[in-house]
């Protein structure tokens, strides 16, 4: 049987580039989830002046090629502008890489997606956004959609863990499943804020855990 892996995907694999956390991120990003696999988290450090992108780390949970595209990433985006690291494909990481077994195809795809909602994330704390879509009930589902429950080790929505969500003028109100007390009240509670405060409509946002 021939091994899947190319010298490429493994080098990046046994020897990631720009593995790690970064303090006070300019944006950052969190996408899949432990229960289907793979999460990939981006961190970004932005020149304001440039818009380029001037340091960038990621953490990886997954295979060898959420691994190896986590990493790979980094190095297509570092020194890019924000414009020009928008434009990252999945299949351009793919090709960067070697090539990518078919039935982990989507690992280049999740570790793009990273790349891009963390550009988004710094765009919206910066009121750079151009397209200013009002925020809606759907638009929060959405994003919650990217939060995840650590108890199940998927997000808040398929967990059904959200019990109201309610936007009226520029406060986003939203009920939580869960009591204040507990060990992940807190992670879930910063997560969403940082989901959705940044929104450019968005003045408040209420967290409410059950009691």
């Not at 990003?29 to 380029?52: F, Q, R």
């Not at 108890?151 to 003028?169: A, C, H, M, P, S």
């Not at 406060?171 to 940044?198: C, K, M, S, W, Y």
């Amino acid at each position: 049987m021939k091994f899947p892996y190319n010298d490429t995907v493994l080098a990046h694999f046994k020897n990631p580039h720009n593995v790690g956390t970064m303090d006070d991120p300019d944006g950052k990003a969190t996408v899949g989830s432990p229960a289907c696999g793979d999460m990939v988290t981006v961190y970004l450090k932005v020149d304001k002046e440039t818009s380029v992108i001037t340091d960038m780390k990621f953490q990886s949970y997954g295979c060898a090629s959420n691994i190896a595209t986590g990493s790979i990433i980094t190095d297509l985006a570092l020194n890019k502008t924000i414009e020009e690291a928008k434009n990252i494909t999945w299949q351009q990481a793919s090709e960067e890489l070697g090539g990518l077994p078919p039935i982990k195809a989507h690992c280049s795809v999740l570790a793009v997606e990273g790349l891009h909602e963390a550009i988004q994330n710094y765009e919206e704390k910066h009121g750079l956004v151009k397209e200013k879509v009002p925020t809606t009930e759907e638009v929060i589902r959405k994003r919650l959609k990217h939060v995840m429950n650590p108890v199940k080790g998927l997000d808040l929505i398929r967990t059904n863990l959200v019990t109201e969500i309610l936007v009226d003028g520029g406060v986003v109100t939203i009920g939580i499943d869960l009591p204040g007390n507990h060990q992940f009240a807190p992670n879930i509670e910063e997560e969403i804020r940082d989901r959705i405060e940044n929104l450019w409509d968005v003045d408040e946002v209420k967290v409410n855990f059950t009691e």
